[in-house]
């Protein structure tokens, strides 16, 4: 029994000389993890300091670029509703009439549904000039109607004032300005659209989506369902007030996008 107690008392200093061994290296790795730590701190600070720095300096680019090369305006009409003066005229109007009226005006019918418009189609927006709008309600009709009347009809095509060109030319330049903008944000985009040109050794051709040869109803209609897609995907991605945005106002949502009240540009 003395010797089997002896043992038991070597193996127990064995024992406690193990466990201290393992306190002190307890100590060290908490020591050590405790070093990391810090570190692992002071890189997430300098890495949000340098996040928002990059933020400051696309919102700096888009800024300018929004400002030099694409401006984005509102354009008021002038024009006043017709019926709005003859509901003035008439004293025998009733205020239920007038309210159905006003309620009928907000409304537009737009590729085989009725859509509510609160802008009341008085406003378009504008892109890189007052010349180049596009409808506040995303009504971009005229584009295939022309097209499909002009392939019925003869001979060149005179109208320069064509509306169907200033809706081509405006959907060229935000599909430009998005593809960009996804560049500056470094965001990709859900839909792809091309608004490049390649060079032939015969000429140049443009590869746009927009541009070049004249789009069928369906391909116009594809094209513009992916551009509104991409301008919403940006618009998630900066975190714009989703009540200030509709599916299908084209500019509306590039200018809410990039507007210097937008907190979140450039995260």
Not at 124 to 140: A, E, M
Request: hydrophobic share 30%; proline share 3%.
């Amino acid at each position: 029994d003395t010797e089997g107690l002896l043992r038991i008392k070597e193996e127990n200093q064995k024992h406690y000389r193990r466990a201290q061994r393992h306190q002190e290296k307890k100590e060290k790795i908490q020591r050590h993890n405790r070093k990391l730590g810090d570190l692992v701190e002071k890189k997430s600070y300098e890495l949000k300091t340098q996040y928002e720095h990059l933020a400051n300096l696309r919102r700096t680019h888009i800024l300018e670029l929004t400002s030099v090369i694409f401006p984005i305006e509102e354009v008021k009409t002038s024009m006043r509703d017709p019926a709005d003066v003859s509901s003035e005229s008439d004293n025998a109007m009733t205020s239920s009439t007038v309210s159905k009226l006003a309620e009928a005006r907000r409304t537009t019918y737009l590729s085989g549904r009725w859509v509510c418009d609160d802008h009341n189609g008085d406003t378009s927006i504008s892109i890189t000039g007052p010349w180049i709008i596009l409808p506040n309600n995303g009504d971009y009709s005229a584009y295939y109607s022309w097209v499909e009347e002009k392939k019925t009809t003869q001979g060149p095509d005179m109208e320069h004032n064509n509306p169907a060109h200033t809706i081509s030319a405006a959907l060229c330049y935000a599909t430009q300005l998005v593809n960009t903008l996804s560049l500056i944000l470094d965001v990709n985009l859900p839909k792809k659209l091309c608004n490049r040109q390649v060079k032939t050794q015969q000429s140049v051709t443009s590869d746009h989506e927009f541009c070049g040869e004249n789009l069928s109803r369906h391909r116009f209609t594809r094209a513009v369902k992916k551009l509104n897609a991409n301008i919403l995907h940006l618009c998630f991605s900066q975190h714009v007030n989703l009540d200030l945005l509709h599916p299908l106002h084209t500019l509306r949502n590039l200018m809410y996008l990039v507007s210097p009240d937008t907190e979140n540009l450039g995260r």
